[in-house]
T-cell receptor
Framework: QQPVQSPQAVILREGEDAVINCSSS?????VHWYRQKHGEAPVFLMI?????EQKGHEKISASFNEKKQQSSLYLTASQLSYSGTYFC???????????FGKGTRLSVIA | DTGVSQDPRHKITKRGQNVTFRCDPI?????LYWYRQTLGQGPEFLTY????????KSRLLSDRFSAERPKGSFSTLEIQRTEQGDSAMYLC???????????FGEGSWLTVV
């Protein structure tokens, strides 16, 4: 079951914050976040396992609400380098492949 | 370089021809995944292996597609009788097991003309 991401696209000025959401209709085992630049492969950002944990490093963090079956990615004080398409991928269990959402296109402008 | 490597990076082929892509995962990763991605879409799951065993194959995968991982190390993805709709980026990824970080290779771009 493909997770649903929102918003589909967002434009930010440098220094602004953004939140990207990922929700599933099924119980989740893990949520993975990736960023992809045009023409390149997805680059891993972070993984969250069920348990409601929150992870982050520097200005990018994420939360996982197991009960609500959703995760959110928080981008703080955005930089031009944050531009790209953000994908969440979800696993139903440790033995199912990662299924990706359709992505959220983030554009950071000066 | 110890990342996931894919070859070739780009392939242009005529409709009806067969193509094969190779993926070398990160060493010691026992899971290997194949995904396909078209413009504006997220990666779409094709198939995955745990060691040499193919554990799951997408129902969307036509029988023209076959993947192998004979010794549990590198993998090949073959597309027979290519069609224009097969044009996409084919991504390989690897991980230790489920629930672990999945690392992607740079992708193999296929253009069918």
């Amino acid at each position: 079951q493909q997770p649903v991401q929102s918003p589909q696209a967002v434009i930010l000025r440098e220094g602004e914050d953004a939140v990207i959401n990922c929700s599933s209709s099924k119980a989740l085992y893990s949520v993975h976040w990736y960023r992809q630049k045009h023409g390149e492969a997805p680059v891993f950002l972070m993984i969250l396992l069920k348990g409601g944990e929150q992870k982050g490093h520097e200005k990018i963090s994420a939360s996982f609400n197991e009960k609500k079956q959703q995760s959110s990615l928080y981008l703080t004080a955005s930089q031009l380098s944050y531009s790209g398409t953000y994908f969440c991928g979800t696993e139903d269990s440790g033995n199912t492949p990662l299924v990706f959402g359709k992505g959220t296109r983030l554009s950071v402008i000066a | 370089d110890t990342g996931v490597s894919q070859d070739p990076r780009h392939k242009i082929t005529k409709r009806g021809q067969n193509v094969t892509f190779r993926c070398d995962p990160i060493s010691e990763h026992n899971r290997l995944y194949w995904y396909r991605q078209t413009l504006g879409q997220g990666p779409e799951f094709l198939t995955y292996f745990q060691n040499e065993a193919q554990l799951e194959k997408s129902r969307l995968l036509s029988d023209r597609f076959s993947a192998e991982r004979p010794k549990g190390s590198f993998s090949t993805l073959e597309i027979q009788r290519t069609e224009q709709g097969d044009s996409a980026m084919y991504l390989c990824a690897s991980s230790h097991t489920g629930g672990n970080t999945i690392y992607f290779g740079e992708g193999s771009w296929l253009t069918v003309v």
